[in-house]
């Protein structure tokens, strides 16, 4: 059993998370369908966006530029917005995690795979380097768009996750017991599942929290930049179309900040909450079980 | 051993801008057909299209020695002139904020660490570093709107006007500097050197900038690296967000990311700048690598003693 503060702090988070996630769209004040009401008219008229009300019409969070409900979008686009995030880390490590076994004696073409994409990918920011790629013209009007952001996302940081992983196998591999392993005469790959994979588990355990919690953030950031993940064409007119945000996931909610921030902070503030209150979680429990496991391996 | 680093720093980074260069002319062409009045579209990747952007691009390079002319008129360097300066002012402000005041963060943390205010501390630096780069810019900017409207953030006329967006560049690489500074004294916490200093009869302020500090400088300033990469990646959300018109704010702008598609629409994407724009941007990182691998080699005193 776990016992470190900040672990139960994240999981009770995350525990928060999940009711929401389940329970959110039973809940009474949340819409089922958000509306989109651009027009008011209670004593005079009034346009969207509308300020946080308690009363009248309930939107504790206000409503964007479309009069929708955020405090509803926000709740219906937890579910997402958790699974994205899930999913793009889960990518980045089924591939990072074979190739730091395959180049744990720090030589091999596989070693240089991970050391190189290490460095290409850490030489620029991570946000400068999903802009360009996220741009590139096939991957706009793709009809599978969305599977190939996620890729890429995923792949951007594999090498840094690889390198992690491998720099501690590589420790793991000078390790008395694993050379002994090797001396019994284990089989290659019984060595990596029952000498290394149970070494290195804690330490990807962690890392998983934290990585959960940097997809997040690279959502966010570009978000924040009007670069959405699920996206679709609408066409307006006979010659003119836009590219339309088609999810109500919270990085998605974040496009519309660098138009609304002076006028209707709301939009942008409420989002990017929710965005800071999963990553603190994801922080929370990472570094819980960063703790724990140190305290397990002095004891 | 610092040359063949630096060598190696310096190949890698020419790898990076060959890829963008690469990845920059990729053909773009969008052919936008209306069909019915539905608009259509239509992307076909050619070999051809390919090599003939790489070889135009790189014959004009060679027989104007200019990267190019943005928007029929400015070279790119001549745009580079015009906003390079001001993002320069934001980043080499916001690099000597987060390295001067981090430190000072990181010394005050540990001098918590042993006190009741301990959360005061190292708690508030766990805190603030956990909460997502890009809240924090909006929290700062959301508070200077609210609660300090006659500072003009959105304003860009007077020559002090960076100094704003290079607090806000700096708050979360600051706090970068400042936790591996806590950890690094911490980690210098009951070595010998202290005991025998102490015993000497130094002030326990001398021991600590004197003797532990200095131990430490190398292995913080190596850290220089992972800082100006940090700054660049805020200045973006910065620039953008404040509209700022520095080098950062260009780059956006020369990718054109619009979300907006009409029938004969002329592409604005502007390669040649963006190649400008990232080559400045990398050679700043690869300065502050060169400060990283020159201080981890040069700083700490006991550099010799291993050999």
């Not at chain 1, 008229?45 to 409503?63: C, D, M, Q």
């Not at chain 2, 004009?60 to 745009?79: A, D, H, M, P, R």
Request: proline content about 4%.
């Amino acid at each position: 059993m776990i016992k470190e503060k900040s672990f139960i702090i994240g999981a009770s988070m995350f525990l928060f998370l999940i009711v929401v996630m389940i329970a959110g769209p039973y809940m009474p004040f949340v819409d089922k369908e958000i509306k989109e009401e651009t027009l008011r008219m209670e004593d005079g008229f009034s346009r969207a966006p509308f300020p946080p009300s308690l009363s009248g019409p309930f939107e504790p969070f206000g409503t964007d530029m479309l009069g929708r409900d955020l405090f509803s979008m926000i709740v219906l686009g937890t579910t997402e917005t958790i699974f994205l995030v899930l999913f793009i880390t889960m990518i980045r490590y089924v591939i990072a995690i074979p190739l730091a076994l395959a180049s744990i004696k720090q030589k091999g073409p596989f070693y240089w795979i991970l050391t190189s994409w290490n460095n290409v990918f850490s030489a620029i920011p991570t946000i400068f380097s999903a802009i360009i790629l996220m741009n590139l013209p096939f991957f706009i009007f793709s009809e599978h768009r969305a599977i190939i952001v996620i890729v890429i996302l995923a792949l951007i940081e594999v090498g840094r996750v690889g390198y992690i992983i491998q720099q501690e196998g590589y420790l793991v591999s000078n390790e008395l017991y694993v050379q002994a392993g090797i001396t019994v005469g284990n089989r290659p790959r019984h060595l990596y599942l029952n000498y290394y994979l149970p070494a290195l588990l804690p330490s990807i355990c962690t890392n998983f929290f934290m990585d959960l919690g940097r997809v997040l953030l690279l959502i966010g950031q570009l978000g924040l930049f009007s670069i959405f993940i699920e996206q679709s064409w609408i066409q307006l007119s006979a010659g003119a179309g836009e590219i339309q945000n088609m999810s109500y996931n919270w990085a998605s909610i974040l496009g519309e900040t660098r138009t609304t921030i002076r006028k209707a902070p709301w939009i942008t503030f409420f989002p990017a909450l929710a965005i800071t209150f999963t990553i603190l979680c994801f922080y929370f429990i990472g570094e819980g079980l960063r703790a724990h496991f140190t305290r397990k391996q002095r004891a | 051993m610092l040359a063949r680093n630096l060598l190696k720093a310096l190949l890698m980074y020419s790898v990076v801008m060959i890829l963008i260069v690469l990845i920059v002319f990729f053909p773009r062409k969008l052919d936008v057909m209306l069909v019915d009045g539905v608009m259509q579209f239509g992307y076909s990747f050619s070999w051809g299209q390919y090599y003939e952007n790489l070889k135009q691009f790189t014959t004009y390079v060679i027989e104007n020695k200019s990267l190019g002319v943005v928007n029929g008129w400015l070279t790119v360097e001549e745009t580079l002139k015009v906003f390079l300066p001001q993002s320069l002012k934001v980043i080499i402000a916001a690099f000597f904020i987060s390295i001067f005041v981090g430190l000072y963060k990181g010394i005050f943390d540990y001098k918590q660490s042993s006190r009741r205010t301990n959360f005061l501390g190292n708690g508030t630096t766990f805190i603030i570093q956990a909460i997502p780069d890009f809240f924090l810019i909006i929290l700062m900017i959301l508070t200077i709107i609210t609660f300090f409207p006659f500072i003009p953030i959105f304003s860009q006329g007077e020559w002090y006007s960076f100094i704003i967006p290079a607090i806000i560049v700096s708050i979360y690489p600051t706090l970068y500097i400042a936790r591996i500074t806590s950890t690094q004294v911490s980690n210098e916490e009951g070595m010998q050197y202290i005991q025998v200093a102490k015993s000497k009869g130094l002030t326990n302020r001398m021991v600590l900038y004197r003797h532990m500090l200095r131990n430490c400088y190398g292995t913080i300033l190596s850290h220089c690296s992972t800082v100006m990469l940090l700054i660049i990646s805020n200045l973006l959300m910065v620039e953008y967000l404040l509209g700022y018109k520095g080098a950062a704010y260009r780059l956006f702008e020369a990718l054109s990311h619009s979300t907006v598609i009409t029938v004969g629409q002329r592409h604005n994407f502007e390669g040649e700048l963006i190649i400008g724009i990232c080559f400045c941007f990398l050679v700043l990182v690869l300065i502050s690598r060169i400060i990283s691998e020159l201080a981890s080699n040069y700083l700490d005193p006991r550099r010799n003693e291993s050999i």
